[in-house]
């Protein structure tokens, strides 16, 4: 039973290009989150899916940022003319329909901007 | 806003003894969970408590959820080098609202 797959787990981008991330949650699993961690810090909400639903995207900046899980094929994180301060690990999450509060987290993805 | 407080940010200790983190909020939680992350690792889960004054064990690892729902602990007896990481408290307010993580207890256990 696979875990929660994140791709890739490092990304080098230079500042003005775009970063894609993707998150295929667990088998089952419904629901997705992505976060964002700094160093030495905690994770921070950015946005929460179901299957072709934005359902809080609250933590997510405005610009530059969006989120989306269609029917087939994984969740993207999709950041947009990226600057330095978008070098972050950004994780993703999954949780089945009926408990929400139960997270399974994938393993990362590490972007830092040049 | 709801914050999620966790103390101590850090702590070190000697291999064998006994240690308690807190996470503490003035907000009140249906549910509240504790993770475990390893450096370039997402988080792991180990608990999720949802009644007040729940106790529950996890081996050497107590959680204690507060009667009144705003605040957990974490009690590790024995600490080994293997308990090292950061742990990660989460509330979340209302039934499928988005969860809240607190900044996290970096734990180091010297052999």
């Known amino acids: 039973n696979a875990g929660v797959m994140q791709n890739p787990r490092h990304l080098v981008r230079r500042r003005g290009q775009e970063a894609r991330l993707r998150c295929s949650p667990m088998?089952?699993?419904?629901?997705v989150y992505w976060y964002r961690q700094l160093p030495e810090e905690g994770l921070k909400f950015m946005v929460y899916?179901?299957?072709?639903?934005?359902?809080?995207e609250s933590g997510m900046p405005k610009e530059r940022f969006s989120a989306e899980f269609p029917k087939e094929g994984p969740s993207i994180l999709r950041i947009q003319q990226v600057v330095r301060g978008d070098s972050a690990a950004y994780f993703c999450a999954s949780s089945p329909l009926l408990n929400t509060d139960t997270q399974y987290f994938g393993p990362g993805t590490r972007l830092t901007v040049l | 806003t709801q914050l999620l407080e966790q103390s101590p940010q850090f702590l070190s200790i000697q291999e064998g003894e006994n240690l308690t983190v807190y996470c503490n909020s003035s907000s009140v939680f249906s549910s509240l969970q504790w993770y475990r992350q390893e450096p370039g690792e997402g988080p792991v889960l180990l608990v999720t408590v949802v009644t007040g004054g729940e106790v529950k064990k996890l081996k050497r690892l107590t959680f204690q959820f507060g009667d009144a729902r705003k605040d957990s602990s974490l009690h590790i007896t024995a600490a080994q080098p293997g308990d090292t990481g950061l742990y990660l408290c989460a509330g979340e307010v209302n039934r499928d609202d988005k969860i809240i993580f607190g900044k996290g207890t970096r734990l180091h256990i010297l052999p």
């Open positions: 088998k089952g699993h419904s629901h």
């Open positions: 899916l179901q299957k072709e639903n934005i359902i809080d």
